[in-house]
C-alpha cells in the first residue's frame, strides 16, 4: 500500500505549525481579554469574600517574605559596592545614599519584589488552581453552588493586587538597609546622615510610579498565574505547564511593562 | 442488603431530556438522547468507558453546555438559565464525582461546611455543626471529621463525597461512577449508602456506572447507553434479557469478572 500520499510535505507540515501557532496565540489572547473582563464584572460586585482575600494576602507575603528580604538586603549592600569606584573617581563618595535611594525607589524595589513574586506566588497559584482543575474540585465548588471564579480567582488577585506593593515598600526599606551597611562599614556614615541623604532625592513621583508599577505587577502576577491555572489541560503534564507558564508569562510581561511605565512616568520630570 | 422497595411517583418527573446531542471536536458523544427521571427513582445509565455517561450528567449539572436539545431539571430549562439561577437550581442537586473532589487543603468538617456557609448564610454555628455531624452520621464517618482528605482511603473519600453533596439536603442526586476503584466489600458499602439516600433523604438519582453490581443492587431503572444513544431501557432483567449484540458481550465479561 502506498502511503506517500497521505503523509504532508514537510513544508506544508511547516506551515501548518506556524498557523497553529499564530491561531493559538490570538485565541489565548482574545481569552485572556474575556479573563480580565470578568475579573473587573465580578471582583467589585456583592458578595464579597474578605476573609478568603485576607487569607490569601497573607499566603502571598509569608511565601515570599524571606526570600525578598534576603535579596532586598544583598541587592542594597551590592549595588552600593559596585557604585562606589565609579563615583569615587569624581570623588563623589557622599552621593552614594542619593544614588542607592533613586536606583532602589524607581527601579530595583518594585522589579525585585515582582519578580521573586512571580517566582513564589505565580508559579503556585498556576500549579495550586490547576491540581484543583485536574482533580474536579472547582467543578465540584460550581455544582455546589459556588462560583468558583469569584472564590479562587478574584480573591487571588486582588491578594497579589495589594500584597505586592507592601512587599515591594518592604524590600525598598531592606535595601536601603543594606545599602546603609556598606556606606558605614566604608566611609563611617552615621545612620541619620544616611536616611537624610537617602530621602532627599525622592520626589513625590518617584513614590507614585513606583507604588503604580508594584500594583500592576501585582495584578499581572496574579492574571496570569490564575488563567493558566484555571484553564489549565487535564493531567499532572497540565500542572507543570501551568506553574512554568504562570512564571515565564508574568516575569516577561512584567519586563514589558517596566519599561511602558518607566516612558510614560519620565514625561512627568 | 436487598434493596428496599422505593417510593416512586411515575407522575412528576424531575428531570426531563429531549433530543440531546454533543459532540468534542468532530466526535459525536451523544446522538439524541430522550430521558426522563421520575421522582423517587434511582436511574442508572450503564455504558462503555468513553461512551459519554459522565458527559451526559455534566450536562444536567450545567458543567457543559449542549449542541442540541433541552434539558429539564425541576422544571427549568438548564441552558437557558442565567448564572444565578443556575447556582439556585444546582443547590437542588447533588453531584458525587469519580475522583470524589474534596477540597484537598480543608478538613473533613470544613469540606462538609463550605456548601453550607456560602448558600445558607443565616445559619448560626450550632446549627452549621449540627449539620456536620448529621451528613457525617449517615454516611458513618463520624470520627474523621478532623483528618484531612489525604488520611482518608478511597472508600472513606466517596463517602465524604457524598456527604458534602447531602449536606444542602438535594432533591436530586448524581453519582459518577461511585464504586470505581473500589474493592467489593466497599462497593457493597456504597451501593448501600446509596439506597440509604434514596430512602432517608427521598432523592431522585442518575448513577453513572459501569459495575453491574452496583447497577443491579441500585437502580430501580436501567439505561443502556451505546453509540451515543440509549439502546435498552428498563429493569435490570429487561435489559439483561437481550440478544442485542452490542449489549450482551457487556454482561458477559462483568459476570466472568
Redesign the interface.
Given at each position: 500500500m502506498n502511503t506517500e500520499n497521505n503523509t504532508p510535505a514537510p513544508a506544508q507540515k511547516k506551515d501548518n505549525t506556524i498557523k497553529r501557532r499564530i491561531t493559538g496565540f490570538f485565541t489565548d489572547l482574545y481569552k485572556i481579554h474575556l479573563f480580565i473582563v470578568r475579573f473587573f464584572k465580578e471582583a467589585f460586585v456583592p458578595p464579597f469574600e474578605f476573609k478568603e482575600i485576607v487569607r490569601q494576602c497573607y499566603e502571598v507575603g509569608v511565601r515570599s517574605f524571606a526570600l525578598i528580604s534576603v535579596t532586598g538586603f544583598i541587592v542594597g549592600f551590592i549595588f552600593t559596592k559596585q557604585s562606589r569606584p565609579s563615583l569615587a573617581s569624581f570623588g563623589a563618595n557622599s552621593w552614594l545614599p542619593s544614588l542607592v535611594s533613586i536606583a532602589i525607589m524607581r527601579a530595583l524595589a518594585p522589579l525585585v519584589t515582582a519578580l521573586i513574586a512571580s517566582g513564589k506566588v505565580g508559579s503556585s497559584i498556576g500549579a495550586e488552581l490547576s491540581s484543583?482543575r485536574v482533580?474536579?474540585?472547582i467543578?465540584?465548588?460550581?455544582?455546589?453552588?459556588?462560583?468558583p471564579f469569584k472564590f479562587l480567582v478574584c480573591t487571588r488577585v486582588l491578594a497579589t493586587t495589594l500584597a505586592i506593593p507592601i512587599l515591594a515598600t518592604y524590600t525598598a526599606l531592606i535595601g536601603m538597609l543594606g545599602g546603609y551597611l556598606n556606606v558605614s562599614m566604608n566611609e563611617g556614615v552615621s545612620y541619620t546622615a544616611f536616611v537624610d541623604q537617602f530621602f532627599r532625592p525622592l520626589m513625590f513621583l518617584d513614590f507614585t510610579s513606583s507604588l503604580i508599577k508594584s500594583i500592576v505587577f501585582g495584578f499581572t502576577i496574579g492574571i496570569v498565574g490564575c488563567y493558566q491555572g484555571f484553564y489549565s489541560k487535564e493531567g499532572t503534564e497540565g500542572v507543570g505547564k501551568a506553574a512554568n507558564g504562570a512564571v515565564v508569562t508574568a516575569m516577561f510581561l512584567v519586563f514589558i511593562e517596566e519599561i511602558i511605565i518607566v516612558q510614560i512616568t519620565s514625561n512627568f520630570r | 442488603m436487598e434493596k428496599a422497595k422505593a417510593n416512586i411517583d411515575y407522575t412528576k418527573t424531575v428531570i426531563s431530556i429531549r433530543g440531546l446531542e454533543k459532540s468534542f471536536e468532530d466526535f459525536a458523544v451523544l446522538r439524541g438522547i430522550d430521558l426522563d427521571l421520575h421522582q423517587g427513582e434511582n436511574l442508572v445509565v450503564l455504558g462503555r468507558s468513553g461512551s459519554g455517561k459522565s458527559v451526559l450528567i455534566?450536562l444536567i449539572?450545567g458543567?457543559l453546555k449542549p449542541d442540541k436539545g433541552t434539558i429539564e431539571v425541576l422544571g427549568k430549562d438548564v441552558c437557558c438559565l442565567s448564572?444565578k439561577e443556575l447556582?439556585?437550581l444546582?443547590?437542588r442537586?447533588g453531584?458525587s464525582?469519580?475522583?470524589s473532589?474534596?477540597?484537598?487543603s480543608m478538613t473533613v468538617r470544613k469540606n462538609l461546611e463550605?456548601?453550607l456557609v456560602?448558600?445558607q448564610k443565616q445559619l448560626g454555628r450550632k446549627e452549621i455543626d449540627a449539620a456536620v455531624e448529621s451528613v457525617l452520621d449517615a454516611v458513618g464517618l463520624s470520627q474523621t471529621i478532623n483528618q484531612m482528605p489525604a488520611e482518608l482511603s478511597g472508600g472513606q473519600r466517596k463517602r465524604i463525597g457524598i456527604a458534602?453533596?447531602l449536606i444542602?439536603n438535594p432533591e436530586i442526586m448524581l453519582y459518577d461512577e461511585p464504586t470505581g476503584g473500589l474493592d467489593p466489600i466497599t462497593c457493597t458499602e456504597i451501593n448501600d449508602l446509596i439506597n440509604e439516600v434514596q430512602q432517608r433523604y427521598h432523592t431522585s438519582s442518575i448513577i453513572i456506572t459501569h459495575d453491574l453490581t452496583c447497577a443491579k443492587s441500585t437502580g430501580d431503572r436501567i439505561a443502556m447507553l451505546i453509540d451515543g444513544k440509549f439502546q435498552r431501557t428498563g429493569s435490570f432483567e429487561e435489559v439483561f434479557e437481550t440478544k442485542d449484540e452490542r449489549i450482551k458481550p457487556f454482561f458477559d465479561y462483568n459476570f466472568i469478572q
Open positions: 484543583m482533580t474536579e474540585q467543578d465540584a465548588m460550581e455544582v455546589s453552588g459556588t462560583n | 455534566k449539572s458543567l448564572d447556582r439556585e444546582r443547590i442537586m453531584f464525582f469519580q475522583s473532589a474534596l477540597y484537598d463550605f456548601p456560602r448558600n458534602r453533596t444542602l
